[in-house]
């Protein structure tokens, strides 16, 4: 069973509003749950509206999704892992890789949860066969 | 030297692309730039990241083997402008802010064109596109640059519309 977890998406436009909000119309409604988008703050600013959620919330493990490897939101949360160490930041953020998250967010391990939630995000892409 | 040419005292200098973007390295000046203009290389200029070991590592990390990557701080920017930039029509210079190149010019040394193509918003600076939010120290020394010779225009992306600072500031 995983400690407290508090969960961020950080990503570009409507983004992250919009995965959790398809996550919610899958599994229902999440708790502890954080949306960021990067359009006009400037990083400063949105790292600061972050700590600050950080620093409310109970001692445990912090996840960060984000979009692109190498975007603005990456570089983000790539630096607040500097001072918050044990956040867990991965890339490359889709809608299978957040159900199984989601879903087993207070079943499993943590180191065990991310190692799932990763690989079922590759897992989803797929080419279908030639029927 | 092609791309470098003096007037009024400056080393006037003609790169692909000089952009002023406080994101600095990422998706759209890696993806969407670059790719855009076929660069070769992308000089950072910032004293803060150049100083910082661990900052350096994390936006080298993020650019593609192809795209040949500096990062210096602003005196040894200038030396290297000065000095004979390496592929001055494939390569994109990046600083954080007016400010920079403010230092740059007091080195001698002015881009003949900006293209400033983010400044978020932060407390005190007011909105002038969705990109752009600037306070009155940065308005003022945008406007010293333009009087000194630059042009400059505001394009956050290679199919934005492109505006020039007389529009955005009136």
């Known amino acids: 069973m995983s400690d407290y977890c508090q969960t961020f998406i950080i990503a570009h436009s409507n983004l992250a ?34 700590e600050t959620q950080i620093k409310n919330a109970k001692a445990g493990q912090i996840v960060c999704f984000t979009d692109l490897k190498g975007g603005s939101c990456w570089t983000l949360a790539s630096m607040l892992k500097r001072k918050f160490r044990q956040m867990t930041v991965i890339s490359g953020v889709n809608l299978p890789m957040l159900t199984t998250y989601f879903n087993n967010r207070h079943r499993m391990a943590f180191s065990e949860l991310i190692d799932k939630t990763i690989s079922d995000g590759c897992r989803g892409i797929t080419k279908l066969q030639d029927i | 030297m092609s791309g470098y040419h003096k007037t009024a005292g400056y080393l006037n200098m003609d790169v692909q692309l000089f952009r002023i973007d406080d994101r600095l390295i990422h998706g759209q000046v890696v993806l969407g730039w670059a790719k855009y203009l076929e660069s070769r ?8 990241v150049a100083d910082n070991e661990w900052e350096r590592e994390l936006y080298l990390s993020c650019v593609p083997a192809d795209l040949e990557t500096l990062i210096l701080n602003i005196e040894q920017a200038s030396e290297y402008l000065h000095n004979g930039i390496k592929y001055p029509d494939r390569t994109i210079v990046l600083v954080k ?18 293209n400033v193509g983010g400044i978020h918003f932060a407390e005190d600076r007011k909105r002038y596109l969705s990109y752009l939010f600037m306070n009155d120290s940065e308005v003022a ?24 600072l007389e529009e955005i500031l009136r």
Request: glycine share 6%; charged share 25%; aromatic share 4%.
């Open chain 2, 141 to 164: 020394q945008l406007k010293a640059l333009a009087e000194k010779g630059c042009r400059i225009t505001c394009q956050d992306v290679p199919t934005g519309k492109k505006h020039t």
């Open chain 1, 17 to 50: 509003k919009a995965l959790l909000s398809s996550v919610e119309k899958i599994l229902g409604k999440q708790e502890d749950t954080y949306i960021y988008s990067n359009e006009h703050d400037s990083m400063t600013v949105l790292a600061e509206k972050i």
């Open chain 2, 41 to 48: 290389s992308i000089v950072l200029c910032d004293d803060a």
């Open chain 2, 97 to 114: 802010s007016p400010g920079e190149v403010v230092l740059l010019a007091e080195m001698g040394f002015l881009p003949s064109k900006i």
